[in-house]
């Protein structure tokens, strides 16, 4: 994962993933990257801006053998992880420093 693939996963994010309470959209400074486990699969945090509710999406990257310059980016919400609660994901995400998840700063 690139920075050009940070700005097409956080563009969908912000796109077609709703806060499930409140379904307020999210904004840029919302999300961030909490790690990867691997190259085409990463996990993001989202905090909703109106009423603070947290979840977690899974993101799955795919590369069309054609064409290596475009990011297919399939997100899924945190339930198809399992019981991983939000504060594991945080623990994980102090674990997994390699990206201080400042999207506001990388973005601008
Ligand atoms: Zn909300």
Redesign the pocket.
């Known amino acids: 994962m690139n920075f050009h693939d940070l700005r097409i996963i956080v563009g969908q994010i912000k796109k077609s993933i709703a ?6 959209t999210y904004h840029d400074e919302d999300i961030e990257v909490i790690g990867n486990l691997s190259e085409e699969h990463s996990f993001f945090h989202a905090a ?6 947290e979840s977690v999406i899974n993101v799955t990257l795919e590369y069309p053998e054609h064409d290596h310059s475009l990011t297919l980016p399939k997100l899924g919400s945190a339930p198809r992880l399992g019981n991983i609660s939000v504060n594991d994901v945080l623990d994980m995400r102090n674990f997994l420093k390699s990206f201080k998840g400042d999207f506001k700063e990388l973005l601008s």
């Open positions: 806060c499930p309470k409140c379904k307020a909703c801006g109106e009423c603070n509710s």
